[in-house]
């Protein structure tokens, strides 16, 4: 690739990096001059649709914004039927070499960078373009401090619907991305704000919040485990900047910030010394924690005319009466009050039974309800992953699977290639989930291409859906002949893989010593180059002191081993230079033509190189002639004539002015 003119215009210079799927060179823009990247799709990815729209999705989302901070798409273009980017050039290193050579970084230092960060967040968001893969590699420090964020391209509009799943892939780095990402939800910018505090996080630490020994292992610990606070792992980290980082990496979306400007500006009132809306609702939310103790009182039922209350009906019979009137009979007075504490023991046990009843009704209906309607559960996404991890999604929701094998090309062995229902789908618990896993790239014999030319040999292997790589060497087989390959014919290899291949170049020449030609004629030095082998080349001739016609150079000079049949190129005398010419000057000579009639004005100029005429032509009496003279040498005579007799001679000399004083004849 180094050397190699993409599009007509940019030269590949050099190897900047890469990732998965793409390499990233530095090239030189040959109509501009300026140095620029280029982003490619690996070899394997170049043909496959949903890499191509990553490709272009990258520069229609960096061709909306237009910030210092968002390293800008300068071209997109094609070679040889294969599209890429060409990118500004940023001079720097990644944001995840600054940390593993700097970390922890200073707070001050750390809260700029993730200031800077969002702001670039921010512009995009309100652009209506989500990252969805912020990370420190895509986050690049400059030569001159800058940062500057890279790599849209997984980025989506924020009103797309989309989930961060691409061909059966999660979409973005497992230990930058939300909680929702892993569940294979739709990415929000809530989602870039929980990348970030990752970030944060990893700069004040040198660690990340979560770690595994596979994507899946830490994408579950986003979904289900706490972070560990900053200050355990670094105790100069700050408690309000400690609650910034947490309140980003809050597992609820609704809980994190509601706009990149908004964690951007509780940073900066961080910096300033001011209060910050983290802490605040930290300190908020432990208050309105409460703690009921063992024994505690239990919750009191609403009163009656509340809203939740049940009114109940008091049997006839059992209303109180009325209170007696003071002056009345004192055994009265007792009996009613007698009959008032009964009425208030009926009401009371009709009361609980009827409460009781509604219990038991209630508790009847909702395990009916259950059992008849069970609730629904959510489909995990499992498309992508490896079984064993499938599989186990699939048990924590309480659902089942089955599973069918097929052969992919683009897929691990066991890894699970689809999936029906598919992710975020309800069903019942229980449900079964079809799943189709991958049995790997299929096996084939390699094919026998020996002694096969090079042409057809590729052609086969092609037909074979196999790749050649080509080499050469000397051999007594003929040129251009397969010679060896590697896998021998009939070994296993799978669709795509290599076969490496050696082409004969012939039988090696033996090589020839350039003889010395130095002081031989031109005929004599090319029968000499016949007799060993070799043949004259370009011939050029020169002035020098040696004899004309004799060889005074040669390349290859003598000595050199060449092969048979090259050409030596030669260096001719052409004898002694000659002397200089005489310098060739010029003048204008200036003729009045007297008397009256036509006559003939003829000019002579003597000099260096001999006499001669270098004017003659008929005029009027009257007319005022312009001649042009050139002369050589440092003096020339100019003769002028009027019909053929002398009116007017001068002296032209080589010294400033260039004419002395001649005669003139009047006519």
Request: charged share 25%.
């Amino acid at each position: 690739m180094i050397g190699t003119v993409l599009a007509g215009r940019y030269r590949v210079i050099g190897l900047l990096g890469g990732g998965g799927m793409s390499v990233v060179y530095k090239a030189t823009d040959q109509v501009t001059g300026d140095t620029v990247a280029v982003k490619a799709l690996r070899a394997e990815y170049a043909s496959d649709a949903a890499f191509l729209r990553r490709l272009r999705r990258e520069a229609e989302a960096v061709r909306r914004l237009s910030h210092p901070g968002v390293v800008a798409v300068r071209d997109v273009a094609e070679s040889d039927g294969h599209p890429f980017l060409v990118l500004e050039y940023v001079e720097g290193i990644t944001l995840k070499q600054y940390i593993r050579e700097h970390a922890p970084l200073p707070v001050e230092e750390a809260v700029s960078i993730a200031c800077r960060v969002l702001a670039v967040l921010e512009h995009a968001h309100a652009h209506g373009v989500i990252h969805r893969d912020v990370k420190p590699q895509n986050i690049l420090i400059t030569s001159d401090d800058q940062v500057m964020v890279t790599d849209f391209g997984i980025a989506r509009a924020s009103w797309a619907t989309t989930t961060v799943v691409e061909n059966g892939a999660m979409v973005g780095t497992a230990h930058y991305f939300a909680p929702e990402q892993a569940r294979g939800l739709p990415a929000s910018e809530r989602s870039d704000l929980y990348a970030v505090g990752v970030i944060l996080f990893e700069m004040l630490t040198g660690r990340l919040p979560f770690e595994g020994d596979s994507p899946v292992a830490v994408a579950m610990q986003h979904l289900e485990q706490e972070p560990p606070r900053p200050s355990a792992l670094n105790p100069a980290v700050p408690a309000a900047l400690e609650a910034i980082v947490l309140k980003a990496l809050a597992k609820d979306p609704a809980r994190r910030y509601p706009s990149a400007a908004a964690m951007r500006e509780d940073l900066e009132r961080f910096l300033a010394g001011e209060p910050v809306v983290a802490l605040a609702e930290e300190e908020e939310e432990a208050q309105r924690t409460l703690v009921v103790p063992p024994g505690g009182d239990a919750p009191i039922l609403p009163a009656a005319g509340t809203p939740g209350s049940v009114a109940l009906p008091v049997p006839a019979g059992d209303r109180v009466p009325a209170r007696p009137a003071a002056e009345g009979d004192e055994k009265r007075q007792a009996q009613a009050g007698r009959d008032a504490r009964a009425a208030r023991r009926r009401r009371a046990w009709w009361l609980a039974v009827g409460v009781l009843a509604i219990l038991v009704l209630a508790f009847g209906a909702g395990v009916a309800r259950r059992w008849l309607t069970p609730p629904l559960v959510q489909v995990p996404v499992v498309e992508g992953l490896p079984l064993i991890e499938a599989q186990a999604r699939l048990e924590r929701a309480g659902l089942q699977w089955q599973i069918r094998e097929e052969r992919h090309d683009n897929s691990e062995v066991n890894t699970v290639i689809d999936q029906d229902p598919p992710g975020g789908e309800q069903v019942r618990p229980g449900s079964t989930v079809s799943l189709v896993v991958s049995k790997g790239p299929e096996w084939l014999a390699a094919p026998d291409v020996r002694g096969l030319s090079e042409r057809d040999a590729r052609i086969r292997l092609e037909n074979a859906g196999l790749a050649a790589s080509v080499r050469y060497r000397h051999d007594q087989a003929a040129p251009g002949t397969v010679i060896e390959q590697d896998p021998g014919p009939g070994s296993p290899i799978q669709a795509g893989m290599t076969v490496y291949l050696t082409v004969s170049e012939g039988p090696e020449e033996r090589s020839v010593q350039v003889p010395s030609l130095f002081g031989l004629v031109l005929d004599d030095a090319r029968a000499e180059l016949q007799r060993v082998g070799l043949r004259a080349g370009e011939v050029r001739e020169v002035f020098s002191d040696y004899p004309a016609g004799t060889v005074i150079g040669q390349n290859p000079p003598a000595a050199t081993a060449v092969r048979p049949g090259t050409a030596v190129a030669l260096v001719v005398s052409k004898g002694d230079e000659p002397p200089p010419q005489p310098a060739t000057r010029e003048a204008r000579l200036s003729v009045d033509i007297r008397g009256e009639g036509r006559h003939v004005l003829r000019v002579e100029v003597q000099d260096a190189a001999g006499r001669r005429v270098v004017y003659e032509k008929e005029h009027r009496g009257g007319d005022k002639v312009d001649v042009p003279v050139t002369w050589q040498g440092e003096e020339a005579r100019v003769l002028v004539f009027l019909d053929g007799e002398l009116v007017e001679e001068r002296t032209l000399t080589a010294e400033p002015g260039g004419r002395k004083p001649g005669k003139e004849t009047d006519r």
